[in-house]
């Protein structure tokens, strides 16, 4: 709950332009535990989003509490579609992006 609040702080603060050189692409959401989220934690995740851009849900990944250095292959599904999605949003030219060589 506490990285959700930090997360709507934010994307209030993105949302009423106090900081205007900051470009939100979305919210990732990794869960804190195995298992599906409570509700309480999937409604306010489900909230907060809704003034974001884009969610993304990544599931509890045992292996990266414990230290261990991630790798895509490996990676779950969820995690491997967050990178595609992440190198297709921040391609040169890619739909309702801004080229970062020619922004201001």
Request: hydrophobic content about 45%; proline content about 10%; glycine content about 8%.
């Amino acid at each position: 709950m506490r990285g959700l609040r930090a997360a709507q702080a934010a994307a209030t603060q993105w949302a009423s332009g106090i900081v205007p050189h900051v470009e939100v692409l979305g919210l990732v959401i990794v869960s804190d535990a195995p298992g599906r989220l409570p509700r309480p934690l999937r409604e306010f995740a489900q909230l907060v989003s809704g003034g974001l851009p884009r969610t993304w849900t990544v599931p509890w990944i045992d292996s990266w509490r414990l230290g261990e250095t991630p790798t895509l292959a490996d990676s779950p599904r969820a995690v491997r579609r967050l990178v595609d999605e992440l190198h297709a949003i921040l391609e040169p030219g890619a739909a309702g992006t801004v080229n970062r060589k020619e922004s201001p």
